[in-house]
């Protein structure tokens, strides 16, 4: 959700594996509103089984369960605090849930076991902290029925680059790795993958936030989270106020990449 997602894994985008799961969790409204809009064009009977491909602490997982009142829903991420927290969210959906620890590059059926293959697959926030996109998004299919959906969202290309700017007005560049990438590239590894009836598409979605505590803690948790782990509290806070000060005003400029597929049949 990390952004959604969610966590960044060992060797994949950075070697600080876990998040602030409790702190994500009281500040991810964004992502908790990008995911219902995401989790709102997947066309369920309610009885299906779901890859949560990214579940962070559970905000959107839970929306995805009251979908399913008959189903199941296998909560998959990287973060083993932010699984925690997932696991006290969906205490209520027990029996209905089943929890993966492990990083989206090694998905495949055998990690998922009774609950392979899936009958839906959704995420959001989480894509861009994977960088091999085509190694994804075939493992996905890997786990998928014939004719499954995704749906799916994460940052695209130009996502957060005033933000960014930002940053490197203070003499640095942001520590950590993603991969924002085009409709056009994401178009072509989907079908590569095994995937019909793809869809991709961008949108702006810049988010605002008050200025001092909020934007400086939602930017220590969230964006710049890999780039401020190893610096003592007082370098950090005076390192978060000077991007607060360098950004023209308290909005996150996020693009965010939107995914429509099916597994081919």
Partial sequence: MTAHTSGPPDGVVSSQRDWDAATYDR????????GAEVLARLDLRGDETVLDAGAGSGRVTEMLLQRLPTGRVVAFDAAPSMLAEARRRLARFTGRVSYVEADLLELSPDLLGDD????????????HWVLDHDRLFANLAAVMRPGAPLEAQCGAAGNIAGLLEAVRSTGTTRIGKWLYATPDETHARLERAGFDHVEVWTHPEPTRLEEGEEL??????????????????????????????????????????????????
């Fill in 216 to 265: 400086e803690t939602y930017l220590e948790t969230v964006c710049l989270r890999t780039h401020v782990a190893g610096m003592s509290p007082h370098e950090r806070a005076r390192f978060l106020g000077e991007v607060a000060a360098a950004m023209p005003e308290p909005v996150i400029d996020y693009v965010r990449l939107n995914i429509s597929a099916r597994r081919r049949s």
């Fill in 27 to 34: 500040i991810s409204d964004p992502m908790t509103r990008w």
């Fill in 116 to 127: 392979s293959p899936v009958e839906a697959v959704l995420s959001t926030a989480t894509f």
